[in-house]
Structure formats: structure tokens, C-alpha cells
């Protein structure tokens, strides 16, 4: 198991910033690879941006280059989401999650946070 915790979702306007993180509680967090999904009412969890487990490669969904940057801190067991230039279609439930490698599937993901909502008021 590594339990996942994410913060730092809000309201916030259009144009603005927010940050999540991740903490996990385990150190064998610098393991695996992470992700951050994102879920909308009424809409499948969709892949937003992941990085290996050294850091060294990140990737992002379209919508989201440009604007957000994963990046994470191995001493620390955290990932973080940095998000600017938000928009109301950003709004959602932001989910971390931890897999043995960066795919865009959440069901390679094994393990999961409880999700923070992030929204963006136009």
C-alpha cells in the first residue's frame, strides 16, 4: 500500500494559479511513477500529467501544456501539480495515484488519493 494525501485544491478565478501536492506516507514512494487524473460531473477520469519515478520524464495531456507542470521531491515523498492560466473546464476532482510506470490508463494505477476539487469561476 502507499497512501496517497493530496491538498491544495480550491476556488480560484479564470487566469489564476493553483498547486496541489501528494504526500505519500511511505518511502518506497520514490518507486513508482506518478500521475494526476482529473474527474469532471458526469465525466470519465482523464489522465492530466505524470512523471517517472527519478523525475527525469513528465508528460502532459494536450489541454494541459504549457499551463501545468508535474514535478516531484523524492526526499519529501510528494508530487505536486502546479497549475496556471486556469480555466473553467479545469474544474475537478484532481486525483494523484501511483503506478510502476507513466501511462495515460488509470487502470495501471495502483494505488490512489481521495481527490481534491479544483474550481475555476469564469
Known amino acids: 500500500q502507499v497512501p496517497l494525501v493530496e491538498s491544495g485544491g480550491g476556488l480560484v478565478q479564470a487566469g489564476g494559479s493553483l498547486r496541489l501536492s501528494c504526500a505519500a506516507s511511505?518511502?518506497?514512494?520514490?518507486?513508482?511513477?506518478m500521475g494526476w487524473f482529473r474527474q469532471a460531473p458526469g465525466k470519465e477520469r482523464e489522465f492530466v500529467a505524470g512523471?517517472?519515478?527519478?523525475?527525469?520524464?513528465?508528460y502532459y495531456t494536450d489541454s494541459v501544456k504549457g499551463r501545468f507542470t508535474i514535478s516531484r521531491d523524492n526526499a519529501k515523498n510528494t508530487v505536486y501539480l502546479q497549475m496556471n492560466s486556469l480555466k473553467s473546464e479545469d474544474t475537478a476532482v484532481y486525483f494523484c495515484?501511483?503506478?510502476?510506470?507513466?501511462?495515460?490508463?488509470?487502470?495501471?494505477?495502483?494505488?490512489w488519493g481521495q481527490g481534491t476539487q479544483v474550481t475555476v469561476s469564469s
Open positions: 495515484a501511483a503506478g510502476l510506470g507513466v501511462t495515460i490508463s488509470k487502470e495501471d494505477y495502483h494505488y
Open positions: 511511505r518511502r518506497t514512494f520514490s518507486s513508482y511513477a
Open positions: 512523471i517517472s519515478w527519478s523525475g527525469s520524464s513528465t
